[in-house]
């Protein structure tokens, strides 16, 4: 079975730049987690869907992030325009069932 | 909100050796999850636990979930050079819905 899959692996752009982030869940999960992690700290959740319905954002920088679940498969998190201290790695995960929760590889971001 | 607190903070340690770390709280949680990530990886889940008092064991790793809910510990015995990483706990917050990650235990091994 395949994991939860995360594109691009790496990213650097230049403060003001547009970025997005992919994000394919294990298939039949339909709980996925966008969460945000700094450099030495443990991941910051920024959004959560049930399947197509963002049912807790309430930690995300919504003058700046953005994210869509559109079919309630996978999903993309956009960040217009960034700022340099949005470097981080940006991690999704999915569950099948909210008790436990299975991470993608992540994506270093670079903001320079 | 709820926070998690974890030590200790980073730990060398001889290979073969034995290894505890723990996971604390002034919150109740209702599950507990320990993941270990590696550099420029995702983090990878070790063992859940569900319930209070529960023992729970993955190879050499064993995990335990505080009987007051607020605490959970992670026992690695054997070192071996793979387990270098960075270990971390999650508790699913009172409405179990989201979970609370600790800042991290982070292990090297020496050999």
Wanted: aromatic share 12%; glycine share 8%; proline share 6%.
């Amino acid at each position: 079975e395949a994991g939860v899959v995360q594109s691009p692996r790496y990213k650097i752009i230049e403060k003001k730049q547009p970025v997005a982030f992919w994000c394919n869940p294990i298939s039949g999960h339909n709980t996925l987690y966008w969460y945000l992690q700094n450099l030495g700290q443990g991941p910051e959740l920024l959004i959560r869907y049930e399947n197509e319905e963002a049912v807790d954002d309430s930690q995300l920088p919504k003058d700046r992030f953005s994210a869509e679940r559109l079919k309630g498969v996978d999903s993309t998190l956009k960040i217009q325009p960034a700022e340099l201290g949005d470097s981080a790695v940006y991690l999704c995960a999915s569950s099948l069932y909210k008790d436990t929760q299975y991470f993608g590889p992540g994506t270093r971001l670079t903001v320079l | 909100g709820q926070q998690l607190n974890q030590s200790p903070q980073s730990m060398f340690i001889q290979e073969g050796e034995d290894v505890s770390m723990n996971c604390t709280s002034s919150s109740i949680f209702n599950t507990w999850l320990w993941y270990k990530q590696d550099p420029g990886e995702g983090p990878v889940l070790l063992i859940a636990l569900y319930k209070a008092g529960e023992l729970t064991s993955n190879g050499r790793l064993t995990a335990q979930f505080g009987i007051t809910r607020k605490d959970s510990f992670l026992n690695i015995s054997a070192s071996i050079p793979s387990d270098v990483g960075i270990y971390f706990c999650a508790g699913l917050d009172n409405y179990g819905q989201n979970f609370v990650f600790g800042p991290g235990t982070r292990l090297s091994v020496l050999p």
